[in-house]
């Protein structure tokens, strides 16, 4: 059982380049979301998706972009890199929501732009 | 073993003491909160939840106490082990999706 998968791993950037992070979950979790992690910080909440088809803001949405075709799968669109989106990225999910259940976290990717 | 009155950004402690990790929470309309542990290198796993109906929750080896009279959440670990070595994040859910994580405190446990 994968869990959550996140890929890539790590990611350089330069200023201005787009791209997208995948994630992936193999539990039927109908809930799914996208975090990045700042040093002293803490996680925050970019975007999130209650199933698929239905996608909504987080607590930094700007500058990134979500879609949810299916259950499974939930990628993160960098529109144009900028260095202030370096960052550690972890994508999450569970059954009915974090309001209900714990979220189970993916490894993280990476992401530096120069 | 050791506490943390307010919420620091580090705690050291003894292997074999009881660790104490503090957190204040923002929103009073909060329903649920959890704990959760990440080593270095990985995504943060969880450790224990507890609902805005109970005070307190024991897990193995843990602890989660919660106040709502002042918005207060701790995590009470026993006889800390190296492998608790880590950063601990609360987590409080703001109703409609949202779950909002704290700033962290890293445990180092000392030989």
């Known amino acids: 059982n994968a869990g959550v998968t996140q890929t890539p791993k790590f990611q350089v950037l330069k200023t201005g380049q787009s791209m997208t992070l995948q994630c992936a979950q193999d539990?039927?979790?109908?809930?799914m979301s996208w975090y990045r992690q700042d040093p002293g910080m803490g996680l925050r909440l970019i975007h999130y998706?209650?199933?698929?088809?239905?996608?909504d803001q987080g607590e930094v949405p700007n500058g990134y972009n979500v879609s949810r075709s299916t259950t499974e799968d939930f990628p993160l669109r960098l529109l144009s890199a900028a260095p202030s989106q370096t960052s550690v990225y972890f994508c999450?999910?569970?059954?009915?929501?974090?309001?209900?259940?714990?979220?189970?976290f993916g490894s993280g990717t990476q992401l530096s732009v120069l | 073993g050791e506490s943390v009155g307010l919420h620091l950004p580090t705690l050291s402690v003894q292997e074999g003491d009881n660790s104490i990790i503090n957190c204040a929470y923002s929103n009073s309309a909060s329903d649920y909160f959890i704990w959760y542990k990440q080593e270095s290198g990985k995504g943060p796993q969880f450790i224990i939840d507890i609902r805005s109906n109970m005070d307190k929750r024991q897990g193995q080896r843990v602890t989660v106490l919660l106040n709502k009279t002042v918005k207060h959440l701790s995590l009470q670990i026993a006889a800390t082990q190296p492998g608790d070595s880590a950063v601990y994040f609360c987590?409080?859910?703001?109703?409609?999706?949202?779950?909002?994580f704290g700033a962290g405190t890293t445990v180092t446990v000392r030989a």
């Open positions: 539990m039927n979790h109908e809930y």
């Open positions: 998706s209650v199933g698929a088809g239905i996608t």
């Open positions: 987590a409080e859910n703001i109703p409609d999706y949202k779950l909002s």
């Open positions: 999450a999910s569970s059954y009915s929501g974090p309001g209900n259940e714990k979220l189970f």
